[in-house]
């Protein structure tokens, strides 16, 4: 079974420059989430999806970050302008239903660092 | 959410056997503890989920008292490939109304030859 998938696996831009991050879930997970995970922290949730719709982005930081996840499949994490401190690693994970016992599956991340 | 509170980083040589220890106070009744592991330039992977009493797998045993406020993971005879990152974690209900997994610091495992 292929896992998640996740390009790039590096990316270096300027403040106030925009990236885009892709994501191909497991085959057949109804459950996509993005998480942000800075140098020597745990992973935070960012937004997670139910097949092509939000269920949760309370801790998306709306006015510069956006994701989508069309038909349901893939999904892309965007930062428009980024900032000094989106310096992070970029997690896609997925699973295959949404309940507190389900094992997320994650990729191996996309390293940001941002000048 | 449920806040856990584990040790940040430990040591242990080679074929010791390992036990983190993990505190989730306010953990809710339907609420499941899980454990995963992280090496470095790699996402967290799931080791093992248990409700209460002791699970075992292939990897690890997770020992839960009655309580259920605390647990700790054990990972029999560690070798050196077994550094790594610990995450203890307990889904709950977000204000959305979704699971999450909130991820703590992490316990770093050192295991010395």
């Known amino acids: 079974e292929a896992g998640v998938a996740q390009s790039p696996r590096y990316k270096i831009i300027e403040k106030r420059q925009s990236v885009a991050f892709w994501c191909n879930p497991i085959?057949?997970?109804?459950?996509l989430y993005w998480y942000q995970q800075i140098l020597g922290q745990g992973p935070k949730l960012l937004i997670q999806f139910q097949n092509n719709g939000v269920v949760d982005d309370s801790q998306l930081p709306k006015d510069r970050f956006s994701a989508e996840r069309l038909k349901g499949v893939d999904s892309t994490l965007k930062i428009q302008p980024a900032k000094l401190e989106d310096s992070a690693v970029y997690l896609c994970a997925s699973s295959q239903e949404r309940g507190n016992t389900d094992t997320q599956y994650f990729g191996p991340g996309t390293r940001l660092t941002v000048l | 959410l449920a806040k856990t509170t584990q040790p940040i980083s430990m040591d242990s040589y080679e074929g010791q056997e390992v036990n983190i220890t993990c505190s989730h106070n306010n953990i809710a009744t339907n609420d499941y503890i899980t454990w995963y592991q992280q090496f470095p330039s790699q996402g967290p992977r799931f080791i093992i989920q248990g409700y209460k009493t002791k699970v075992t797998n292939e990897v690890a045993s997770l020992f839960i008292p009655a309580d259920r406020k605390s647990s700790t993971l054990s990972l029999p005879r560690v070798s050196l490939s077994d550094t790594a990152v610990y995450y203890c974690l307990v889904a709950s209900i977000s204000g959305a109304g979704s699971y999450q997994l909130t991820f703590g610091k992490g316990t770093k495992l050192s295991v010395i030859p």
């Open positions: 085959s057949g997970h109804a459950t």
